[in-house]
Each structure stands twice: as structure tokens, then as C-alpha cells.
């Protein structure tokens, strides 16, 4: 009678019973996790209804359908011994010595009864196979042994990896797919998510840690999936140990997806961790099968716990197990043993025992109450897997009868003893439609196929909070995204990245080890992207595009008419054109007159039309760049001042030679006529237009764009400039001879200084000269020192042309201004004064030269005396 016994003190005082046995012809082992794992010293804990009876339960119930059942092992029953292995390998492993003792020969040949007569000693039961165990690490430590015995072995829950090893666990068997498939299933919905950048968190033992490493091992193998932190959950936490994994976890909080294979309470206390570390929808758990759709993890943390993705392997409730189990009461499950532990536990009431009084705040059990009417019932998950563990030895058990005992009732010799290793053979052939109407059948590991379903928590815009249903996973996975949603009922999968993606323009920089981090980098300057690692600089006629995804032409500029730069130069080289074309109408008009005749004509005509270039020059300049343009850059750029200067040296040179020869003789010297001067005007003009034509045969006139001119590091600033193929260099060399005679023309100006002022023009060339030289000195700075400018073609072209217009000023103005300032207002002083020969034109010079240190004063009325310009 039940009331007679108090299960309680069972757990409490470790003396519990050690196993159920039933009898049969054929008997199968069984583990289970009837108690939890008990305190220090004490092997077993308090009872675990679902994990522990329902499944052990599930046990029973499915040999009561094979032994009834006419088509499968007809006249065999099948019998059992089960044990509780407390949820402890340790234990487990000394439980399961039980179904290996018929195994282990015994030398009893010492042994003699007080008679003399040998013992009778008990055969123990013969276990051919086993069902169980339950936690990855039980059925690690049983399997060790088992495999020994070559006892078969089929799990109905353990999913650790390992167990699939074939050489070392091949007479272990599972109806629950491995943990590599959840895994795999877990990576396929991380990736699903959008997700690169994960963290794992395992509970110290074998299904944590395997789990997790199967979940690295896959994730590694498939690309594109980083782990931020593998953390693990010490067996025995420390008081504060789950807030110090919540800190390490934030560490690298853009890993917000937790992947965590874990037990219940490691679970609760993860979230209840996160909770107190106010980071209620930071993280986003995607849960192992341990987690599956349980609400005891979630219990008063529901709001750390929405959106969390669990999976469960696909599983149904067995309506005939509903049934049976609800029925089973004190009086109808004798059987087993663990039965009114369960009763008391599950009713919250207490047994009676003579002898000792009931605990106050404790009712009653009265053996009429039933379960699911007086008590919560839900079917246990792995029932299922309990059911169809029992059904595949059994099927095997049966092929091997028909095969080795056709049409034989009963246990054949043949099968007496069942040998372990055929027997594992027929169990890996098992193929058949299993209690949730699934096929049964196992892989060369012995392993089930994989199939899960998907759930989700949800809490948000829903009338029930709770898991819900959102894909499946058979090989391969099948999300309904639509029906999922995250904190706060947001339909968007929150981030999981190590790196977000650069924008446009910016390349990665990959963080070394770590494929799924990196750093933004601009491509910068004149580079554009590439690739998504590569940034490589634009060809040289182009830059960037905005975005710096690709380049675009550079812009192509050139000097325009209506640039400011370009006004000044062509208003002054205007106003030098009409004044020069004034100085040479009214030499024209007045070519006759003193004046005229005394400044040398044809120079003067020769000097002007190299003025009149000069100014020319600056619409050249400015003017659009082309094959003609170029040329007549070429050409007119240095022949203008060369023209002038050759012609203002030619008039220097003769004043110089005529007082020099005059010095020493009264012979004048040669080459002093106006046709000897135009000969030697042209001479000197040819040599600069020689050098301009050999320059057009060794290279023709084009046009160039420039592009490294304007190139500033700011590439929307860059510019492309439209010039003709003359470099700084070659522009200063094609003016270098004009300088040359500049410089001659200024010596001679120098020397000549001497000459009276009445006499003729050398004073006046000497001013332009030295006034020259002082513009051209300015110039050479400016145009020089603003090469680095980006306004370098603007300034240098304007420096340019005002630097000639302002020299061409100064000859026009110094040498003709005066003059036709006489002609036109002062005619009477354009008069023809007496003529005195050359002897009487040097005596005079050369007293006057003398006399100069004395006087500089001349009396009124003295008669003006003209050098005779025919001679």
C-alpha cells in the first residue's frame, strides 16, 4: 500500500529504489533522469515529473502497445529493467553496471556451501539493448561502457556531436537528430537574419560546449560568420557570475545575436542578468533545443526574452500517451516505483505513513485525484522520441527473428543469446512510419534525420504572448520572415555586425583575423573605388565622381575673353595699338618734316611695326589654343621685341661708334647709312625668326590639355587647361634673345650717355631701357614664383602680355610720344636748321662733352645745330 511508504525520504536520504523490472522473453534497459541532480554528497535531488516520469512513462507505455501488438514480435513479450540515473553521469554509470552483470563471468569455484555442495547462484536478466540516456553526458559515459558488451544503445535525447563518432560510440544509436544539424540550422537562420557578427554562450559540459562548437566548426565551413566572444558557463556559478558574462558580452556589443546552448536555469539567469543590466532588447537569443518552446526559462522575463528564435526538433503530442498517462493513478501503476513521488509532487499533497505525523502545511493525499483534472498536464517533448526509441528496437528485434527464426513462436536458439553486433546492424536498417507519423530510420552514425521546428517569443501585437510557429528546417530552411518580430513588435531584425556596410567611395580595411570586420577607408584624392577593398587612382584626364565610385572626364579650360584676367591685358594692349597706329599716321603724314627725317625714319617705321607686335601679341595669348594660333605664338611672341630691340640697338650702336670714332679720327666709321642700319636691323631680326622656323620643323605647333596644372588636392577644383606646347621653359627661351638685345641695346645706352641732348635719341633709348629692364626684373619673379598657384595660368598669361604692353608703352612713349607732341602742337619748332659737316658735328660733341662739367645753361637765341643725317 502506497500509504505505507514515504517516497520523499527516498531522495532526501539517498536509499531510493534502485530500478523498475518487468519481465519478458527479450528485456530492454532503460535510463532516465527520474531525480535531479542532488546536493553535495547526495546523488539524486528532487523528482523530475516531465523530464523524468513523463518520458520513463512513455517507456512503459510504448512496450504495453508492442506487447499487445499482434504484428510486431508476436508471442514475445518484451520486458524491462529501468534505472534512474539521477541527471548525474557518475551515477548513471554505476546504475548501468546492472545491464552489463549476465555479461561479466564469474569464477565461483571457491565457492562451496556449508554441505560441500556448489552454489546456486541467480542468473541475472540479460539486457539486449538499451533506451536512453537523456543528457548528452549520461549517454557518453553509459556508451563507454556499453560498447564494450556490444549492448546497443538508442537515445531519445541526447544531441551532442561527438556521439555521432562512429569509432568510438558505434553501438550508439539516436532518434533526435545531432546537435551539428542544430547548429546548422542555427547558422542558416543567423544568416537569415541578415546576421555576420555573433556571440555563443554554452553551459560548461558536453551539450553546451559541442553544441557550440559544432555551431563555430559550420559557421566557419559556410563563410561570412564571425564569432565575437565563445563565453562559458562554469558548472557551479559563482554568486555575480552571470553579470560578469553580460559585461563581456558588451564588450562587443554590435554582436547583439546570442546564440546559447544551455540548461533552463543557466538560461533564466542569462536573462535575468540582462535584465538587471538594463539591456531589455539589446540582445537577441537564438536558443537550442534546450530552450526549445519551455516556458520555465522565460518565467518573469519575458520582455529580455522577446524575439528570442528557439528551435525544437519537429516533434507532435501522441494523443494515445494523453490518455494512458492521465489514467494512471495509485492504484492501476503499481509498476512504478517512482509513481507516488510523482503523486505527491504533482497533487502538492502527502502521503500517509503509520507512525509519523502529516506536515501541517501540507494536505492529504486521498488516491482519488487525477491528473489533468486535479493538476496541470502538458505532454513532455521528447515523448515522441521516448515512443519511437522503443519501437526501433523492437522493429529490429523483429526483422531479426524473421530472419534468423522463420517460423519459429518465440525466442529461437538462434537468438538466445541476442547477439549485440547483428542486433545493431538490424537497428541501423530500421525504416518505418513512427508515432508522429514520421519515418523512423538512422544514417551509417547512427544518427536521425534533422528536422525542427521554429519558434519565435513574441509578446508584441499579439492577443497571447507566446512562442509562435515561424518556419521549419528539413536539410534546409524555411523562414516566414513576414511573421517574425523583434522588441517592441518591430517587424526589422536588429543588426548583428561586426562592420556595417561602407558607404559609396569608401573602401574596406579588414581587420586582421577577423574576416567579418573592418574599417571604412575614403578612397581620397583622385582615387574612386574600385571594389569593396581596392581604391585605385583615376587616369589622368580624369577624376572622381562625386560619389568616388568611378571617374568622369576632368573639365577643359581655357583663358575666355570675358575673364577679368584677360580684360586688363586687352584693354591695354588696345589702347597701345591705337596709339601706336597715331605715332605711325602721323609720321606718315608728316614724313617729311625735321622731325620725321631726324629720328631715322625706316627704323623708326621698323621700331614701330616690333611696338605694334608687341601688343598684337596679347589677343594671341588669349586667344583660343590652335594648331595657327600656336604657330603665330611661336612666331610673333619674340619677333615683336626682337624687332624693337634689334632696331633701338642698331641706333644706339651707330651713335656709339660715330662719337667713339670721332674721338680718334674725323673719318666716319661704316655701316652709319639708313640703308646699312635696316641691314643690320634685319640681320639681327633673322636670326630670331630662323630659330622660331627650325623650332617648327623639329616640333609643329599643337595644342596640349594640361592636366597636372590645375590639379589641387580637392579633385572638384581640378581642371584640365587648353594651351599651346610651349612650356615655361620654352616661352622664356623663344624671349631670351630679345632680352639678349635688350641687355646690349641697354650697355650701348649706357655708354652713350654722354652725348649732348640736342643732339639725337640715345638719352631717350637709355631711359626706355633701363625702364625695361626694371619691368621685365619685376616679371621674372611673378611669372615664376606663381607656378604653383592654381590661378598659374591666368596669372602668368596676364603677367605676361601687361609685362609687354607696359615695355612696348615705355619705347612708344619714351622715343615718339615727344616728338609727335611737337609735330602736332608745336609745327614751328618742326623747322629745317642749318647743316654742319660731320667734322664741325663731332668738334662740337666733343667740346660740348668737355664744357658739360662747367655750364648746362645756353644763352637765349642760340642757333640749334642739326648733324647732317645724309652723309
Not at 397 to 422: A, F, I, Q, S, Y
Not at 423 to 441: D, K, P, Q, R
Not at 672 to 698: E, H, K, M, N, R
Request: hydrophobic share 40%; proline share 6%; charged share 20%.
Amino acid at each position: 500500500n502506497y500509504s505505507l511508504v514515504n517516497p520523499g525520504l527516498w531522495a532526501h536520504q539517498g536509499t531510493q529504489p534502485h530500478s523498475i523490472k518487468i519481465e519478458g522473453d527479450i528485456t530492454l534497459g532503460g535510463l532516465f533522469p527520474v531525480h535531479s541532480r542532488g546536493p553535495a554528497g547526495v546523488p539524486c535531488g528532487e523528482i523530475k515529473k516531465e523530464k523524468g516520469i513523463h518520458r520513463m512513462e512513455a517507456m512503459l507505455y510504448a512496450l504495453d502497445q508492442i506487447n499487445s501488438d499482434p504484428y510486431l514480435l508476436p508471442n514475445i513479450t518484451l520486458g524491462a529493467r529501468i534505472l534512474d540515473t539521477c541527471s548525474r553521469d557518475t551515477y548513471a554509470l554505476e546504475q548501468s553496471l546492472t545491464f552489463v552483470q549476465a555479461l561479466i563471468q564469474k569464477d565461483t569455484s571457491d565457492i562451496r556451501c556449508s554441505n560441500g555442495e556448489p552454489p546456486i547462484i541467480r542468473k541475472p536478466e540479460r539486457v539486449v539493448g538499451v533506451i536512453g540516456a537523456s543528457a548528452s553526458s549520461v549517454s557518453i559515459m553509459v556508451a563507454n561502457v556499453l560498447r564494450l558488451f556490444e549492448i546497443p544503445q538508442i537515445s531519445y535525447a541526447s544531441t551532442a556531436p561527438e556521439l555521432s563518432d562512429n569509432n568510438r560510440y558505434d553501438f550508439f544509436s539516436r532518434v533526435v537528430p545531432p546537435d551539428s544539424y542544430q547548429a546548422q540550422t542555427m547558422v542558416d537562420i543567423v544568416k537569415a537574419l541578415g546576421w555576420n557578427y555573433v556571440s555563443t554562450l554554452a553551459s560548461e559540459g558536453n551539450y553546451g560546449e559541442s553544441g557550440v562548437d559544432a555551431f563555430i566548426q559550420i559557421s566557419r565551413e559556410a563563410g561570412g560568420l564571425c564569432i565575437a566572444q565563445s563565453l562559458k558557463i562554469p558548472r557551479e556559478p559563482k554568486p555575480g557570475e552571470f553579470d560578469k558574462i553580460i559585461k563581456r558580452l558588451m564588450e562587443t556589443s554590435n554582436a547583439r545575436g546570442v546564440i546559447i546552448f544551455a540548461n533552463e536555469d543557466d538560461i533564466k539567469r542569462v536573462l535575468e542578468a540582462a535584465k538587471k543590466a538594463n539591456l531589455t532588447g539589446h540582445f537577441l537569443f537564438v536558443g537550442s533545443d534546450s530552450w526549445g518552446a519551455k516556458n520555465s526559462p522565460i518565467l518573469d522575463q519575458e520582455d529580455v526574452a522577446e524575439g528570442a528564435v528557439t528551435i525544437l526538433p519537429k516533434r507532435a503530442s501522441i494523443e494515445g500517451f494523453d490518455l494512458y498517462f492521465t489514467t494512471r493513478s495509485l492504484e492501476n501503476n503499481r509498476r512504478n516505483i517512482w509513481f507516488a513521488e510523482f503523486w505527491e509532487d504533482d497533487f502538492k499533497c502527502k502521503l500517509t505513513r503509520p507512525g509519523i505525523k502529516l506536515d501541517s502545511d501540507k494536505k492529504k493525499c486521498t488516491g482519488e485525484e487525477r491528473i489533468s483534472r486535479d493538476s496541470s498536464y502538458e505532454q513532455e517533448g521528447k515523448v515522441q522520441f521516448v515512443i519511437d526509441a522503443v519501437y526501433a528496437m523492437a522493429h529490429a528485434l523483429h526483422n531479426m527473428h524473421m530472419d534468423l527464426c522463420p517460423g519459429h513462436t518465440g525466442v529461437c536458439d538462434k537468438m538466445d543469446p541476442v547477439e549485440g553486433r547483428l542486433l545493431l546492424n538490424y537497428i541501423h536498417s530500421v525504416n518505418f512510419n513512427g508515432s508522429a507519423g514520421t519515418a523512423v530510420l538512422f544514417n551509417e552514425n547512427g544518427d536521425a534525420p534533422g528536422r525542427y521546428d521554429i519558434f519565435q517569443y513574441q509578446m508584441s501585437n499579439t492577443t497571447s504572448p507566446g512562442y509562435k510557429v515561424i518556419g521549419q528546417w528539413t536539410n534546409n530552411l524555411r523562414l516566414n520572415m513576414e511573421e517574425m518580430q523583434f522588441s517592441g513588435g518591430s517587424r526589422q531584425a536588429p543588426d548583428s555586425v561586426c562592420s556595417f556596410p561602407c558607404n559609396p567611395g569608401e573602401r574596406k580595411k579588414m581587420v586582421k583575423g577577423v574576416p567579418c570586420c573592418w574599417h571604412c577607408e575614403l578612397c581620397d584624392g583622385y582615387q574612386y573605388q574600385l571594389d569593396e577593398f581596392t581604391c585605385e587612382i583615376c587616369p589622368f584626364d580624369m577624376r572622381p565622381t562625386e560619389n568616388r565610385t568611378g571617374c568622369r572626364p576632368t573639365p577643359i579650360i581655357k583663358l575666355e575673353w570675358h575673364s577679368p584676367w584677360a580684360i586688363i591685358p586687352v584693354f591695354l594692349a588696345i589702347l597701345g595699338i591705337l596709339a601706336t597706329l597715331s605715332v605711325v599716321i602721323t609720321f606718315i603724314r608728316f614724313n617729311d618734316t625735321p622731325i620725321v627725317r631726324a629720328s631715322g625714319r625706316e627704323l623708326s617705321y621698323v621700331l614701330l611695326t616690333g611696338i605694334f607686335l608687341i601688343y598684337l601679341i596679347t589677343f594671341l595669348m588669349i586667344a583660343e589654343p590652335g594648331a595657327v594660333v600656336c604657330a603665330f605664338r611661336r612666331l610673333l611672341l619674340g619677333l615683336g621685341m626682337c624687332i624693337s630691340y634689334a632696331a633701338m640697338l642698331t641706333k644706339t650702336n651707330r651713335i656709339y661708334r660715330i662719337f667713339e670714332q670721332g674721338k680718334k679720327s674725323v673719318t666716319p666709321p661704316k655701316f652709319i647709312s639708313p640703308t646699312s642700319q635696316l641691314v643690320i636691323t634685319f640681320v639681327l631680326i633673322s636670326v630670331q625668326v630662323v630659330g622660331v622656323f627650325i623650332w617648327f620643323a623639329v616640333v609643329p605647333p599643337h595644342t596640349i590639355i594640361d592636366y597636372e596644372e590645375l590639379r589641387p588636392p580637392n579633385p572638384e577644383l581640378a581642371r584640365g587647361i587648353l594651351k599651346c606646347d610651349m612650356s615655361d621653359l620654352s616661352l622664356i627661351s623663344c624671349l631670351s634673345y630679345s632680352i639678349v638685345l635688350m641687355v646690349t641695346c641697354t650697355v650701348y645706352a649706357v655708354k652713350s650717355r654722354g652725348v649732348p641732348e640736342t643732339f639725337n635719341e640715345a638719352k631717350p633709348i637709355g631711359f626706355t631701357m633701363y625702364t625695361t629692364c626694371i619691368i621685365w626684373l619685376a616679371f621674372v619673379p611673378i611669372f615664376f614664383g606663381t607656378a604653383q598657384s592654381t590661378e598659374k595660368m591666368y596669372i602668368q598669361t596676364t603677367t605676361l602680355t601687361v609685362s609687354m604692353s607696359l615695355s612696348a608703352s615705355v619705347s612708344l612713349g619714351m622715343l615718339y610720344m615727344p616728338k609727335v607732341y611737337v609735330i602736332i602742337f608745336h609745327p614751328e619748332q618742326n623747322v629745317q636748321k642749318r647743316k654742319r659737316s660731320f667734322k664741325a658735328v663731332v668738334q662740337a660733341a666733343t667740346m660740348s662733352t668737355r664744357l658739360s662739367t662747367k655750364s648746362n645753361d645756353k644763352q637765349n637765341g642760340e642757333t640749334k645745330i642739326e648733324p647732317d643725317r645724309t652723309q
